[in-house]
């Protein structure tokens, strides 16, 4: 039995508390907020699946981070840093810290694991990731997700925290190719959702998602991750969950686009965090640095804050210059 702390209680940072605690685990959770501290249920994010009770809800972070075998860092990605800042005062030198967020921070072009290495440069810190929606795991559905850590002792020792009969976890030397999967996904699946609105097939969006991890997988091959995380879990699997599934924010925002709604009209419908909108900029910012094209991440950003309309986002892909698949290819 483990002592593990979640800080963020949104629906992931809730699903992977009650995993941890049906393994038999001593959970403790905290949040900004604690508004479900009454019922012990996230009413507004996962409406009917209620904390166990040996769940205990903080009241501050000192009591949440004291003594613990691991801490889950769960907020949204904008709120990593200012939660690392909170925590730094009680975590000590060779602290387990794990990030399930997924994201790019827009001043720094930091990933989150990067964030919180400044931050908290005494911390051991890892990262779990993969096609992982917190309403299906919350149920008991199973899935199977990735752990990326510095050291393999450390992440064999989060697998078997994490490991359940219907949550099977991976290990993985490759942190930065599993972040760059799980961040710059949420910004295709942004398109995926477009081309729904937009009343498109299964055509339409297997091209984009093949298209996509292609991207993907270019950018993040420049900043040093390894080509099987772009199509294992990290990648391509977490990538076909997000652009087809309902439950996911950022396909519901870009089905909201693609529909003509603005991006504000649909921000206001869905009420969270939409990380593909808060990536989308530094994931273009990030293709200048290293020099990697991104079309479809360069019209997305065209589209969200540049007011172009999809129907001419859509034709300025299509028709762009003609290209050979894989350079890597010989004749």
Known sequence: ????????????????????????????????????????????????????????????????????????????????????????????????????????????????????????????????????????????????????GRTEKTAVFIQDVFMANCFRVYVSPDRIGIEIGGALKNVIALAAGILEGMGLGDNTKAALMTRGIAEISRLGMEMGGKMESFFGLSGIGDLIVTCTSTHSRNHNCGYLLGKGKTLEEAKKEIRQEIEGVNCAKAAMALANKHHVNMPIVEQINAVLFEGKSVDAALQDLILRERAIEYQSLNW
């Open 1 to 148: 039995m483990k002592r593990i702390c979640f800080l963020g209680a949104g629906s992931w940072g809730t699903a992977l508390a009650i995993l941890c605690a049906n393994n038999g685990h001593r959970v403790v959770l905290w949040s900004a907020t604690n508004k479900f501290r009454k019922k012990r249920e996230h009413v507004d994010c996962l409406p009917g699946t209620r904390f166990p009770n040996s769940v205990k809800i903080a009241d501050d972070v000192e009591e949440a981070c004291k003594d613990k075998d691991i801490i889950v860092v769960s907020v949204a990605s904008p709120y990593m840093r200012s939660t690392a800042r909170l925590m730094k005062p009680f975590v000590k030198p060779g602290q387990i810290v794990v990030n399930v967020a997924k994201g790019i921070e827009d001043k720094t072009l930091m990933t989150m694991c990067e964030i919180l290495e400044d931050e908290l440069p005494q911390a051991d810190v890892a990262i779990l990731s993969g096609p992982s929606h917190a309403e299906e795991i919350s149920k008991g559905m199973p899935t199977t997700v990735v752990v990326g």
